[in-house]
């Protein structure tokens, strides 16, 4: 048999075809981030002549095969042999020739072991056989484990010694069992030697390891819904892919295996193909939420390659059996009472949702406050939907009332329990009516009497203003109202008002803030009404005084008393005041009650009242006034339902009172006195009270000192020493106390005393 030159190395084995992959990653296929590493599978020599295998011839040329020992059956006794018979021929170095095994896409040849035998019925050349027998890289022509053994004897298969042969660690693509020529050339025959008759090249029990460095591919193509779910079943689909082939597959949810896919397609003891299992596959399963524990559960797909190289991919499916439980702290923004305006507002805390369904909407019922607890009559319901909505605005209650409020959580899984309710502590009220309002003719017994009638059904009157405004005036001035009989009244002041016609106001508003208004009768027509509604009335008070009458002629002149509202008293002094109450025409008031204020003269003080009076038949009274500093008496009468009231002021001006004295009547010139006193009449201002001390001269009255009265005690002193009285003189002083507005009484003076001088140096 002719060997060609390497340069027509071909193969003529029909290669294996590789399983294509049945579906397309429509979009990025998402492996898993498991490490990539290394796994290995085992292929077992099965020789198939004529036909498909994973072994091939492989050289220049086919030989002439004779006893070839192929069991595919029985993996154990798997062998593979080649006899190439011999022909005349010339050979370069390195031609080859044996039988070859490629490894599948995607993986490469680890390592070899097999039992081995070489051997040829041949002469050597020169002393040794030129054919050298060895494992062969076929893809670069290398040698990659040379067999040492060669043996010329027990060339049949059945005598055979096989030899064990192990190659690790080869990392190679396409490797062959082969016969090489080692020489520079090698001819048949050779000079000089023997013709050779045949080669043996055979190997048994032949285990390819493969290695695979890739894991399986993993897509989805059906999950459960993204989102809380709470019930129901749900598909769960994957596909994957590998170059060598899906093992095996599993859906887990949770715990529990969903899904699960081996076709049972290798077996290392027995595999003999390089691609055993499907090199696409898919598993299905079907998720129950019903089995799955609240939180997040994860849908895991497990995908395992005939090199035990694993791809897992997790889906998450979201579950939640449990209705949340009620809102905390519910209460309304607005403080609790009516409301005017349809649209209220509340807030309130959810529950904690830690690893659960988050709040997804509420449920509120609104019902009348009336309602028993479970009485649903008169209810709406309503809904308000919102991630974590934890307020509600602008709620609107069915009708003017009173409403009580409840609130139900249902979260984004769908759980809700119409049990778990929170109540609004107070009720949402409303009243869109405003108050009825109409004002009352006048009662002629009480002209001044302003009434009107008010009333409101809801929330409830909140204040009822009544007012008055002359006609051509813009000012409306608001009465002091009151409520009498159920009805709300005002009077008005006749006597305080400039004289005119009036227009008269009534407006009221409930606790919800509608307010309405009006200033005509229940009739309909405008009330004006013309001031003064009261007759008039006077009062006189004074000091009773007989004076002449101007202008008497005759030994007996003509007197009148009259009533004077200043008169003058000395301190300490009391008076009588008398006095008169009539209306307008000089009638007598009868038996009225005439009030008594008095003021002290004095800055800042105010009007008290001290005492009372009433008039006789003829509407005369008298009044004693008691001792007393300086000051005002007002007399009033507060008038009645048909007649004004009056009043008048008498000022009564009490002269101060001083005492003085000296410690020495006679005193030579040269020598001092000590005048002193005391003030009489308090209060004394807090700085003193200042007194002026004078003397009678040719000139009148003149002032040499002046002293103050203590505070404490209005005590005064001062020391005089006289220096100018050249003669004998006698000398009158006094003590004069002036006006002062700090001080409630009238300019007064002390008696006079005398002070005799010697006159001399």
């Not at 949810?253 to 969903?258: L, P, S, V, W, Y």
């Not at 405004?469 to 008005?492: C, F, K, N, P, Y």
């Not at 008048?648 to 410690?663: K, W, Y």
């Amino acid at each position: 048999m002719r060997l060609p030159p390497m340069s027509l190395i071909a193969f003529s084995a029909a290669t294996r075809t590789q399983v294509c992959v049945l579906f397309k990653l429509a979009v990025i296929a998402i492996v898993f981030a498991t490490p990539a590493h290394a796994g290995t599978y085992t292929v077992r020599a099965c020789w198939a002549p004529n036909g498909p295998g994973d072994w091939h011839a492989w050289g220049p040329s086919l030989p002439r095969f004779s006893d070839v020992g192929s069991n595919c059956a029985n993996p154990l006794s798997q062998g593979i042999s080649q006899t190439f018979e011999a022909q005349p021929g010339r050979w370069n170095q390195g031609t080859a020739v044996g039988f070859a095994y490629r490894a599948p896409d995607g993986t490469v040849i680890d390592r070899i072991d097999a039992l081995t035998f070489w051997g040829s019925g041949v002469a050597v050349f020169g002393g040794r056989d030129p054919w050298r027998p060895g494992l062969l890289d076929v893809t670069t022509g290398r040698m990659l484990v040379p067999n040492p053994e060669r043996r010329a004897d027990d060339l049949w298969i059945a005598n055979r010694r096989w030899s064990v042969f192990s190659a690790p660690s080869l990392g190679a693509k396409h490797v062959a069992f082969a016969i090489f020529c080692s020489l520079s050339f090698c001819e048949f025959p050779p000079s000089g030697g023997e013709v050779p008759t045949f080669t043996v090249n055979a190997a048994r029990d032949i285990v390819v390891t493969l290695r695979d460095d890739q894991p399986p591919a993993l897509i989805t193509i059906a999950v459960p819904p993204a989102g809380w779910q709470r019930q129901g079943s749900f598909p769960a689909e994957f596909a994957a892919s590998d170059a060598v082939g899906i093992r095996e597959m599993e859906i887990l949810a949770g715990t529990k295996r969903i899904g699960y896919w081996n076709p049972k397609c290798y077996e290392s003891a027995t595999n003999t193909a390089s691609s055993p299992c499907p090199s696409t596959a898919t598993v299905r399963g079907v998720a129950d939420v019903a089995d799955l524990a609240d939180g997040t559960n994860d849908i895991v797909v497990r995908t395992v390659d005939v090199a035990g190289n694993v791809s897992e991919r997790r889906e998450r499916l979201l579950v939640d059996h449990i209705a949340p439980q009620p809102p905390q702290g519910l209460r309304a923004d607005a403080a609790a009472g009516w409301s005017a305006k349809n649209g209220f507002s509340v807030s309130w805390t959810n529950p904690p949702m830690s690893g659960t369904a988050p709040i997804a909407a509420v449920r509120y019922e609104l019902c009348p406050s009336a309602n028993l607890p479970y009485d649903d009559t008169g209810c709406v319901i309503g809904w308000r939907e919102g991630s974590n909505i934890a307020r509600l605005d602008d709620i609107e209650v069915p009708r003017n009332g009173s409403w009580r409020l409840r609130l139900a959580l249902r979260d984004a899984a769908g759980n809700f329990d119409a049990g778990h309710l929170a109540s609004l502590d107070v009720p949402l009220r409303l009243d869109t009516q405003a108050p009825e309002i109409s004002l009352l003719a006048l009662d002629p017994r009480d002209p001044t009497r302003l009434s009107v009638a008010v009333s409101d059904a809801l929330s409830g009157l909140a204040g009822v203003e009544l007012a008055v405004r002359r006609q051509g005036d813009r000012t409306w001035q608001v009465l002091g109202t009151e409520t009498r009989h159920g009805l709300v009244s005002a009077t008005i002041d006749d006597s305080a008002l400039t004289a005119g016609e009036y227009v008269i106001r009534a407006r009221a508003t409930d606790v919800a803030g509608n307010a309405a208004e009006t200033e005509t009768l229940g009739t309909g027509e405008r009330m004006l009404l013309r001031l003064p509604l009261r007759a008039a009335t006077q009062v006189q008070v004074g000091e009773e005084q007989r004076v002449r009458v101007k202008g008497s002629r005759g030994k007996r002149p003509t007197y009148r008393k009259i009533l004077v509202d200043r008169p003058k008293l000395a301190y300490g002094e009391s008076i009588e005041l008398k006095g008169r109450t009539a209306d307008g025409a000089g009638n007598p008031n009868v038996d009225a009650l005439v009030e008594v204020l008095e003021r002290v003269d004095l800055p800042g003080m105010e009007w008290r009242q001290i005492s009372s009076v009433r008039s006789n038949r003829s509407g005369a009274f008298v009044f004693r006034a008691l001792p007393g500093p300086a000051r005002f008496l007002r007399f009033r009468y507060r008038g009645t339902p048909t007649s004004q009231p009056s009043f008048t002021e008498v000022e009564l001006q009490v002269r101060a009172a001083v005492s003085l004295s000296v410690d020495r009547r006679r005193v030579r010139n040269g020598q001092a006195v000590r005048f002193h006193g005391r003030l009489l009449g308090g209060p004394v201002p807090a700085a003193g009270k200042l007194l002026a001390i004078q003397a009678l001269t040719s000139r009148g009255w003149r002032t040499f000192a002046t002293p103050r009265a203590a505070a404490g005690n209005g005590r005064w002193e001062h020391k005089y020493r006289f220096t100018g009285t050249p003669y004998d003189a006698t000398y009158k002083f006094r003590v004069v106390v002036p006006r002062e507005s700090a001080y409630p009484y009238g300019k007064g003076a002390s008696q006079t005393i005398s002070v005799r001088v010697r006159g001399g140096s």
